[in-house]
């Protein structure tokens, strides 16, 4: 459904690159194969986000931007959804799109990610490339420097939380290293 080569009416989606187009264009490096694979990378993302007609392809995983599915991802889970069977909600008003989307891509709802597991590694994979060159601490401050990070602390626990106690509608809460929410500057 990523690359929009299954059957049925799909299209191809993409990833932004976020905060990372900006620091690695003013990155200085000096060894020409870094600087070869910061061209490849950039080149794919910004390949993969325009159509052959130049209009932009719509794009998931936009973590940096909010914490709540957008558009791209309201229409992936669309698209996964008449493709695998899983239920739409009814009526489809936007409150319910978005709390839909954002429990099957947190894993709340388990029925996405235990068809597709994968999607559960993509997912991480972009919230973690992302949130390492957003300027946010990604760990506790009071943490004692002599501590013992270990791989498993960085495991992204994900859920779902109300938008606020006026708007019930359902947005991303990530947790990792010792339970600190993982936010974006």
Partial sequence: HYSGD???PTEP???????FETLAANMPIFDAHF???RCICLDYLRG?????DSSKRPTIFNFDKNMAPMKGDLILIDQLSIQLALPRPYPPTQK?????ASSLISGKNGLLLEVLPEMEYFR?????????????AAVPSDIDENFTWLPHHATLKWTTAPFS?????????????????????
Avoid: P, W
Avoid at 165 to 185: G, I, N, P, W
């Fill in 6 to 8: 299954c059957e049925g």
């Fill in 13 to 19: 989606f993409s990833i932004q690159a976020g905060s």
């Fill in 35 to 37: 600087t070869s694979l």
């Fill in 48 to 52: 993969n986000s325009v159509k052959m």
């Fill in 96 to 100: 319910s799109l978005v709390s839909n």
């Fill in 124 to 136: 991480d994979i972009v919230f973690h490339f992302k949130h390492s060159v957003s300027g946010k």
């Fill in 165 to 185: 106690s006026e708007d019930s509608t359902a947005m991303y809460s990530v947790s990792a290293f010792r339970s600190t929410a993982q936010e974006f500057v």
